[in-house]
């Protein structure tokens, strides 16, 4: 007879949903990486023709020296972001000509080239010269063409290099915008588990778990960040890759983008400049924890201590565009189910929350 705690499978088993994950190969953080990427894409990949997409600021001070490593042991094709973005569907010949897409620069540049490798089904290499969101390590890309902002599910990088040298001597406010994505996740995985249990929608508890574990270390680790520069760089860009990962097992973007991420898009739709993505998720996290009944005085409080924006006033929105931005953020998605489309705010509701966050 079986152990009784060992259990014998029902004799049906429900059919279960088909799910893919799409995992990075090999990431490394580090120092001095340049030799490592230009040796693995000629040795370990045998690539010879390489399309290159990066910015001109970290081009100086990175692509160049990528390139000048490599001599001519590869051949780069390099085209700056906003040239990409421009003539993209040019650049999709020049990326099936091509052996892999490499991008270097910041959140911009990888989802051009994350998009450009998908459309010429070529590889995507991530180097990361700022940790400003999870797009580093994610499938998602999202940026503007012809006046459109595209996010969607894209393809995961294949690779991912973040040189710390580089990423350490980026602005500070980059680092501080990546946390704000990084304590969103709180926010999203519990829009994630309503869509579950109110909508029957399908939710990884590992992916669900993996995503909260890099909000709250974030949250855990405030003080920590502010105090050892260095190692809170590598603190908020291995939560990053790790939130990108959650993404990858989940199949999609859910365990890290819910009605805090919809709110901050329909600022993004509303404004001419608006504040980076990290900044605007941050703030608005503040919100949507409110609207979870969750600790959102824990969030507000570790945006604050790592010197995050945590008011409206500091993102550039005022109360009454924040108002229309909630109202609109549930139409941007609707198939996104979230605690806005549970309960739909009347302006007074939303100004009251508002105040009670001390987001006004
Ligand atoms: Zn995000």
């Known amino acids: 007879m079986s152990p009784r705690f060992i259990s014998n499978p029902p004799a049906k088993l429900p059919k279960m949903l088909r799910h893919e994950m799409e995992l990075p190969q090999y990431i490394v953080i580090g120092h001095d990486l340049v030799s490592t990427i230009v040796e693995r894409l000629k040795s370990n990949h045998a690539f010879r023709k390489i399309l290159l997409i990066t910015s001109k600021t970290p081009y100086r001070a990175y692509g160049s020296k990528v390139v000048e490593y490599a001599g001519s042991s590869l051949d780069f094709e390099v085209f700056y972001v906003d040239e990409a973005v421009e003539g993209f569907?040019?650049?999709?010949e020049h990326t099936r000509r091509s052996d892999a897409v490499v991008g270097i620069g910041g959140g911009k540049v990888l989802d051009v080239s994350k998009a450009l490798a998908e459309a010429g089904e070529r590889p995507f290499?991530?180097?990361p010269t700022v940790a400003s969101h999870d797009g580093i390590a994610s499938?998602?890309?999202?940026?503007r063409r012809n006046g459109r902002a595209y996010s969607r599910k894209s393809v995961m990088p294949l690779e991912i290099y973040a040189d710390m040298e580089v990423i350490s001597m980026a602005p500070r406010r980059y680092l501080l915008s990546g946390c704000g994505d990084l304590v969103a996740k709180h926010s999203a995985v519990r829009d994630w588990w309503l869509?579950?249990?109110e909508k029957g929608e399908y939710y990884g508890r590992y992916a669900a778990?993996?995503?909260?574990?890099?909000?709250?270390?974030i949250m855990k680790s405030a003080k920590h960040i502010v105090n050892d520069w260095?190692?809170?760089v590598r603190t908020v860009v291995e939560a990053l890759i790790s939130a990108g990962v959650a993404m990858g097992v989940a199949g999609s973007s859910r365990p890290c983008s819910g009605s805090e991420h919809l709110i901050a898009h329909a600022l993004e739709t509303m404004m001419e400049k608006p504040a980076l993505h990290g900044e605007r998720c941050g703030v608005a996290t503040i919100f949507t924890s409110k609207l979870h009944k969750s600790n959102w005085e824990k969030v507000r409080n570790s945006l604050k201590t790592i010197g995050a924006p945590h008011t409206l006033n500091q993102i550039g929105v005022d109360a009454d565009l924040f108002v229309e931005a909630v109202k609109k953020a549930p139409d941007l998605r609707k198939e996104r189910y979230t605690i806005l489309h549970k309960t739909p705010l009347?302006?007074?509701?939303i100004y009251d929350a508002l105040q009670e966050t001390m987001l006004v």
């Open 89 to 92: 569907g040019k650049l999709v």
């Open 195 to 197: 869509a579950h249990v």
């Open 346 to 349: 009347n302006s007074r509701q």
């Open 139 to 143: 499938p998602m890309t999202s940026f």
């Open 209 to 217: 778990h993996l995503a909260n574990l890099s909000a709250s270390v």
């Open 125 to 127: 290499f991530s180097v």
């Open 230 to 232: 260095q190692e809170g």
